[in-house]
């Protein structure tokens, strides 16, 4: 949309399909006869199968406040919605854009068409349900905020307090937005993203048992019924530190749970670990990654928490081109084990340190074993040893426990 990736480099060729031996059909799946085991085509085509793996995703989900259906209203999920909405920002000459929801969708769309063409675009970004920072399903309002103040001073207008209640029309098309404070902001086009939900009308259709978030599956994506497994945005999820379902629509889970299944069938026995959520994404000059619970999470889960903000640098002190980083790490009080970890950087180097935060929650790795871990230190590519954020979080938390 932003004009930097081209179709073709997001879409796998055919040839990749045919070369492992793999028939690709490019049609709507519209019945399942579980009984006969035959799956139903729109073109009127049918095939007979033994497993299944039901990977249907995602829709975006449309609110229910007047002038959704406008012409110049876009959500965004495929590539020819990206198409679509590249093509109305062009033929249409589109200036003023208000974005609906402050999810890290809209944040990275909105910062992108602001940085491929600077002083064009007059951007507004409105909450939806919530109010106060964005992101807040990444990260607590005091890491947030400073998001927010690097897209204020990037100049995008950030209306964080302010729920959009309706889209303002003339003639079909777009031409405001009103909130619930009765302002009323321009709008050549609105983008709105304001959270997921699975798609699952097929698995209805098959009688699969459903959860609150999706299809029902054990740990190795087995669905109520034995010769379908599902994963991805479809599939229910078990968070790993709550034990308890949760919303998960990320591509990391989704691309690991294909695989699981696909091993699944092929004889294995390994279980899906649960998710804990981790997901990065560049907003300007911010790199932010979260993984696990936010301490706000956190809380509503009933854990008494402690948690600790540490500012390290990306690069020795001495070395040029050092850059902060910033890094949150929440621990359950109870068992000391860290449950929550959230990172905002000035350079991309740091953000990947999420994965191992993550690890570390997975490994149910506790405050005093923290205080002993050893990262690999060089003056060029790591904070110094001594400063290494996830220790010294560790090293506060142990003195908040005193
Ligand atoms: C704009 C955007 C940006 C994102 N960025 C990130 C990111 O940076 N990091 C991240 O982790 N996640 C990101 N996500 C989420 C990520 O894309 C999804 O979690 C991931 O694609 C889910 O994979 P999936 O295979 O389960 O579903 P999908 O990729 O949605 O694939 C499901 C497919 O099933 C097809 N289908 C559905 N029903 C039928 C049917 N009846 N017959 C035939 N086909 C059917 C759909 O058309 C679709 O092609 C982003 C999502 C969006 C919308």
């Given at each position: 949309m932003a004009g930097l990736a081209t179709v073709d480099s997001i879409t796998n060729p055919d040839a990749m399909f045919e070369n492992a031996d793999i028939t690709n059909i490019i049609t709507e799946v519209t019945h399942v006869d579980t009984a006969k085991k035959i799956v139903e085509l729109s073109d009127g085509a049918s095939i007979n199968y033994d497993k299944i793996i039901l990977g249907t995703g995602a829709s975006q989900v449309i609110p229910e406040f007047e002038g959704v259906d406008l012409e110049g209203v876009f959500t965004l999920r495929s590539v020819p919605d990206a198409e679509r909405i590249k093509e109305f920002l062009e033929e249409k000459k589109a200036k003023n854009l208000v974005f609906i929801g402050t999810g890290f969708i809209n944040l990275e769309l909105a910062a992108l068409l602001s940085e491929n063409k600077p002083d064009y675009y007059n951007i507004t970004v409105v909450k939806y349900k919530t109010l106060g920072p964005p992101l807040a399903l990444m990260l607590d309002a005091d890491m947030a905020i400073t998001v927010q103040d690097c897209m204020v001073e990037k100049g995008i207008n950030m209306k964080m307090e302010s729920r959009a209640t309706r889209i303002l029309g003339q003639n079909g098309r777009v031409a405001g937005v009103e909130l619930e404070t009765g302002e009323k902001l321009d709008a050549d086009m609105v983008m709105v993203s304001v959270g997921a939900l699975p798609n699952l009308e097929l698995a209805k259709d098959m009688n699969l048992e459903l959860g609150t978030f999706g299809i029902k599956v054990n740990k190795y994506l087995e669905t109520s019924n034995p010769d379908i497994l599902a994963g991805g945005d479809c599939a229910e999820k078990i968070h790993f530190v709550t034990k308890k379902p949760a919303a998960s629509l990320l591509r990391g889970p989704s691309v690991i749970q294909g695989r699981l299944a696909a091993k699944r069938l092929a004889g294995y026995d390994i279980e899906f670990p649960g998710i804990l959520n981790n997901s990065a994404v560049r907003i300007f000059d911010k790199y932010i990654a979260a993984t696990g619970l936010t301490d706000k999470q956190a809380q509503k889960e009933g854990f008494e928490t402690i948690s600790i903000v540490v500012i390290s640098r990306?690069?020795?002190?001495?070395?040029?081109?050092v850059k902060p980083w910033t890094l949150k790490l929440v621990f359950?009080?109870?068992?000391?084990k860290l449950i929550g970890g959230q990172i905002i950087s000035d350079s991309d180097a740091p953000v990947k340190e999420i994965d191992t935060v993550n690890a570390l929650i997975l490994g149910e790795k506790t405050i005093s074993e923290l205080t002993t871990l050893m990262c690999a230190g060089n003056p060029d590519c790591s904070s110094e040893p001594s400063l290494e954020p996830i220790t010294i979080a560790a090293e506060q938390a142990l003195q908040k426990l005193r």
């Amino acid at each position: 949309m932003a004009g930097l990736a081209t179709v073709d480099s997001i879409t796998n060729p055919d040839a990749m399909f045919e070369n492992a031996d793999i028939t690709n059909i490019i049609t709507e799946v519209t019945h399942v006869d579980t009984a006969k085991k035959i799956v139903e085509l729109s073109d009127g085509a049918s095939i007979n199968y033994d497993k299944i793996i039901l990977g249907t995703g995602a829709s975006q989900v449309i609110p229910e406040f007047e002038g959704v259906d406008l012409e110049g209203v876009f959500t965004l999920r495929s590539v020819p919605d990206a198409e679509r909405i590249k093509e109305f920002l062009e033929e249409k000459k589109a200036k003023n854009l208000v974005f609906i929801g402050t999810g890290f969708i809209n944040l990275e769309l909105a910062a992108l068409l602001s940085e491929n063409k600077p002083d064009y675009y007059n951007i507004t970004v409105v909450k939806y349900k919530t109010l106060g920072p964005p992101l807040a399903l990444m990260l607590d309002a005091d890491m947030a905020i400073t998001v927010q103040d690097c897209m204020v001073e990037k100049g995008i207008n950030m209306k964080m307090e302010s729920r959009a209640t309706r889209i303002l029309g003339q003639n079909g098309r777009v031409a405001g937005v009103e909130l619930e404070t009765g302002e009323k902001l321009d709008a050549d086009m609105v983008m709105v993203s304001v959270g997921a939900l699975p798609n699952l009308e097929l698995a209805k259709d098959m009688n699969l048992e459903l959860g609150t978030f999706g299809i029902k599956v054990n740990k190795y994506l087995e669905t109520s019924n034995p010769d379908i497994l599902a994963g991805g945005d479809c599939a229910e999820k078990i968070h790993f530190v709550t034990k308890k379902p949760a919303a998960s629509l990320l591509r990391g889970p989704s691309v690991i749970q294909g695989r699981l299944a696909a091993k699944r069938l092929a004889g294995y026995d390994i279980e899906f670990p649960g998710i804990l959520n981790n997901s990065a994404v560049r907003i300007f000059d911010k790199y932010i990654a979260a993984t696990g619970l936010t301490d706000k999470q956190a809380q509503k889960e009933g854990f008494e928490t402690i948690s600790i903000v540490v500012i390290s640098r990306s690069k020795h002190g001495m070395i040029p081109g050092v850059k902060p980083w910033t890094l949150k790490l929440v621990f359950d009080k109870n068992t000391q084990k860290l449950i929550g970890g959230q990172i905002i950087s000035d350079s991309d180097a740091p953000v990947k340190e999420i994965d191992t935060v993550n690890a570390l929650i997975l490994g149910e790795k506790t405050i005093s074993e923290l205080t002993t871990l050893m990262c690999a230190g060089n003056p060029d590519c790591s904070s110094e040893p001594s400063l290494e954020p996830i220790t010294i979080a560790a090293e506060q938390a142990l003195q908040k426990l005193r």
